[in-house]
């Protein structure tokens, strides 16, 4: 029967794995619905490890919202690790949903967030343990819609053959066009088939549907043209912007795992989008325009999710949460009301300047001031001006020395290397930085229990943003990055011993690299190394750089390219990117003139305060920077 | 100089509540750090006035008894509380029940009489119930036989040093075999030793004296736990508190 529990063939497996917490649902806030009482059935799916997709905001929101909808019932899935996998396939389990338990393949719908290429391998696995063919083309009726959603889908073409659709934007609108346009082909008796259903999807604004548009090559390599394969389909398919967020104030009841997850914590995103320009973000250019959330809304959010779930702490999250138009009321009248209360608030900064540390100030009042984290990204101020995250070293050494005279102890410090135009002596500069943050710190705190954690990896070039033209940089680059950096911080233990360093080797970033800037041809190399048992290639006790390269060398030969051509190869202005029909609403023209700008190490400023529409956003999707501030005020909470 | 926190010290604990609840059905399979999880934030959200330690990271006060293994489900844990404000014991219990999820929950609450002792003291043993599905009685009972006719039943045990020999029959005190709708069951009393003897390591001596294999994973109930007097009943660990009670409502009629 559709829909019915698979929990008491799965119990017994559950006896035989490493925690099976993770698997049985049951969760606070978690929702099963009777599957009869809806019309349209999702199933959402996190392509990771449960403790890394539990707490993923995305999916919180759209199973919420999805739920509260009578009509549709929504439901979570996750990867599975390969101890259950291989107990599941013995004893013929498909792949399920841990709210009811339901197999993934009785589900009209199977939405999947990619936060990171790197979980194309978990999609091929949970498709093939769910019993749904992996090829796109493959699948009927019978099988569920297969839709990528999350930031990779700006650039879903590396797995077009395995997706029915992308959808390219803000979730919490199109989720209900698409849930409208199931209903009605099932309420018709599915006219068409699949292939109706699909084409009706495909005109849905910001649904991508690959099967619709033909990829061609030239001799060259590169993409000689995209075409539409149907006259009423979009020639260009366009991204979902959710405006006025204090209208969508998910999750209201965010779930609250039995098992340990990776952020202990409630979170509450204050703004959606950014405008600072830094050229390598993908996240800060496809998210455009900002959107804040109003001083009370966010204040309501954090007083009914602390109420739902019991947690003691909340994250204040957005892309550079210290730019909020409010944060500095936000955060004295946030540390005001939980006073004594025992809640703790925490803000993931970013940007370096002094202001950050006020607010942590007000954030800590009575806490621990431990660890405090600011990204510079670039190590020295001329690559800094490359990749416009401005800051003077002057301004950086006394913006965390300001940290440790404030009492903290830890100051962590991200940065990036392999960026455009860098040379060794960019990344050398982080050593000499570290060194004299620690000793004008020392000075500052006059103790020298302090410390300063440098963590580095190497930068990927992202589809959409001003660097998607770039040469990435080899690993070996990198790793040799690294290995200087390294040789400097050590140079002089005095200091070296309060510098710790923490840092990605280059090999996944490679990877990473592939499946963000490559086209169709590259579904290859994903379904190669699934078939040969890769997965789970964000952690690096499963990730294998050897099978990814040997399969990307067979499998891309016969079309004349190779993971160089994808990584390391610098692209021309007018090639045709496997991502131009996909619109972010950024003109390629102004990408282009950014990028031309990073080379010659001109800055651009920030259009929240310059009114400036050159990036080509706001026109394009009909849309509007929307912040503050409102001047209002959160009223103390009544005592219970 | 490090900094110090700001303001008062907190309020010092005025009552402390101790708890028997229960873990059921799917959420057998919670570590005893994920109960733990769970409880403080389920303590928070009924609003439960908490005591807390000094310091920058202050903690609620509370205190766990030993737990039932992760995949064992239980109706007996225990855990002691302590509040900054006096409540009445029944009030909390429904909040913090309806607080939880479904499959924990809240099965007693008594205030901690005063010089009674403490709660450790009076649990040494636990009552288990182990289902054995694809397991008759009549395979089921020689194997209990055979395992009650040894002094010593060696069986290898895995823990964070790798595999440890360790003797399973010292520890249970009584075994029996018993049936319900057609379905094996192992009933036994086991002193809480060091090392500590769970049912798997019953289950392995059982592989190990009579060859008896269970097809399916065999499901086990912590029944309750207490102190186990010489005529092999086992008390409640909450009596004494109960005990202490009654005076002082009476006094209050």
Redesign the interface.
């Known amino acids: 029967m559709t829909g019915e529990t698979l929990?008491p063939r799965l119990?017994?497996l559950?006896?035989?794995i490493q925690k099976?917490?993770q698997?049985?649902?049951?969760?606070?806030n978690s929702q099963v619905k009777p599957w009869e009482d809806a019309a349209v059935h999702w199933a959402l799916m996190y392509p990771d490890a449960y403790e890394v997709g539990l707490p993923n905001q995305g999916l919180m929101i759209l199973y919420e919202v999805l739920n509260e909808r009578p009509d549709a019932l929504a439901e979570r899935t996750y990867a599975v690790w390969p101890d259950l996998a291989a107990l599941m396939r013995e004893h013929g389990v498909p792949q399920f949903t841990v709210d009811g338990h339901r197999s993934v393949a009785d589900f009209d719908l199977l939405g999947v967030s990619f936060a990171t290429e790197l979980g194309y391998t978990n999609l091929l696995e949970a498709l093939d343990l769910a019993g749904v063919p992996i090829h796109a083309v493959d699948r009927d009726g019978s099988h569920p819609v297969v839709v990528a959603g999350g930031h990779a889908a700006f650039n879903p073409e590396p797995v077009a053959d395995f997706v029915d659709c992308a959808v390219l934007g803000d979730g919490e609108q199109v989720v209900g066009d698409i849930t409208d346009v199931v209903k009605a082909w099932k309420a018709q008796g599915r006219p068409g088939g699949r292939m109706e259903l699909l084409a009706r999807l495909a005109r849905v604004e910001g649904v991508y549907v690959p099967r619709f548009y033909a990829v061609s090559y030239g001799p060259d390599g590169a993409i000689a043209g995209v075409q539409r394969t149907r006259d009423d389909v979009p020639a260009t398919v366009g991204k979902r912007t959710v405006m006025d967020l204090d209208e969508w104030p998910y999750p209201k009841t965010p779930i609250?795992p039995?098992?340990?997850s990776v952020h202990?914590r409630m979170s509450v995103e204050i703004f959606r989008g950014c405008t600072r320009g830094c050229r390598f973000c993908q996240a800060g250019m496809i998210t455009r325009p900002v959107r804040e959330r109003t001083i009370t809304g966010i204040g309501s959010m954090v007083e009914q999710g602390?109420?739902?779930?019991?947690?003691?702490e909340v994250g204040l999250l957005s892309l550079s949460s210290a730019d909020h138009s409010e944060i500095g009321q936000l955060a004295k009248q946030l540390a005001d009301r939980y006073e004594?209360t025992?809640t703790s608030l925490s803000l993931p900064s970013t940007r370096v300047d002094a202001f950050n540390v006020t607010l942590a100030n007000e954030l800590s009042?009575?806490?621990?001031?431990s660890g405090l984290t600011f990204a510079p990204e670039g190590g020295s101020e001329r690559i800094r001006r490359v990749i416009n995250k401005t800051v003077s070293k002057e301004d950086l050494v006394r913006t965390v020395t300001t940290a440790y005279a404030n009492?903290w102890r830890q100051v962590k410090l991200y940065f990036m290397c392999g960026l455009p135009t860098e040379t060794d002596e960019d990344v050398l500069e982080i050593a000499e930085l570290a060194v004299e943050v620690i000793r004008a710190g020392r000075e500052a705190s006059g103790s020298k229990d302090i410390r300063c954690t440098v963590s580095i990896g190497g930068f990927v070039p992202k589809p959409h943003t001003p660097f998607q033209w770039a040469s990435q940089a080899s690993a070996e680059t990198i790793d040799h990055r690294l290995r200087v950096l390294r040789e400097a911080i050590n140079a002089d233990r005095r200091i070296g011993r309060s510098i710790g360093l923490r840092y990605h080797d280059g090999k996944p970033g490679v990877i990473e690299g592939l499946l963000s800037r490559g086209d169709r041809r590259v579904g290859r190399v994903i379904e190669r190394v699934w078939r040969e048992g890769g997965k789970f290639d964000g952690w690096s006790e499963h990730f294998s750089y050897d099978r990814w390269t040997a399969a990307a060398a067979e499998e891309l030969a016969p079309f004349g390219v190779d993971l160089d051509w994808y990584t390391t190869r610098e692209r021309t202005e007018h090639e045709i990117l496997p991502w131009d029909h996909l619109d972010s609403g950024l003109d390629k023209e102004w990408l282009w003139e950014d990028w031309q700008e990073a080379l010659s190490e001109e800055e651009v400023a920030d259009c929240r305060w310059t009114p400036c529409y050159d990036c080509g956003v706001c026109p394009t999707m009909g849309t509007e920077i929307q912040i503050g501030p409102t001047g209002r005020s959160l009223l103390p909470l009544t005592v219970? | 100089m490090a900094r110090q926190p700001e303001g008062p010290p907190p309020p010092p604990t005025v009552q402390k509540l101790r708890l028997r609840y229960a873990k059921r059905g799917r959420l057998r399979f919670a570590s005893h750090r994920d109960l733990a999880r769970t409880l403080e934030r389920a303590l928070r959200r009924a609003q439960v006035p908490m005591a807390f330690s000094a310091g920058f990271s202050p903690h609620p006060k509370i205190s766990y008894l030993g737990a039932a293994p992760t995949g064992a489900a239980s109706e007996a844990e225990y855990v002691e509380i302590g509040l900054s404000v006096r409540c009445d014991p029944e009030a909390v219990r429904a909040g913090l029940d309806a607080s939880l999820p479904d499959e924990v929950a809240i099965l007693e609450c008594v205030e901690a009489g005063e010089g009674t002792g403490s709660l450790a003291d009076r649990i040494d043993t636990s009552v288990w119930r182990v289902e054995l599905p694809g397991v008759t009685l009549a395979e089921l009972r020689p194997a209990v036989e055979e395992f009650l006719s040894r002094d010593v039943v060696t069986v290898a045990k895995r823990t964070k040093n790798g595999l440890k020999d360790i003797d399973a029959r010292a520890s249970v005190a009584s075994a029996s075999a018993g049936e319900e709708a057609g379905c094996a069951i192992l009933h036994m009393v086991v002193r809480q030793l060091t090392p500590a003897v769970r049912p798997d390591d019953v289950l392995a001596a059982l592989a190990a004296v009579a060859d008896l294999h269970p097809p399916l994973p065999p499901r086990a109930v912590r029944e309750a736990q207490g102190r186990l007097d010489d005529t092999g009943t086992v008390a409640d660990p909450l009596g004494p508190d109960r005990a202490a009670r009654i005076p002082r409502e009476h006094a209050a009629i």
């Open positions: 929990y119990e017994p559950l006896a035989q099976p917490i698997y049985v649902g049951g969760e606070l609250v039995l098992a340990e202990e602390l109420k739902a779930t019991g947690y003691e004594g025992n009042r009575n806490g621990r001031r009492g219970v």
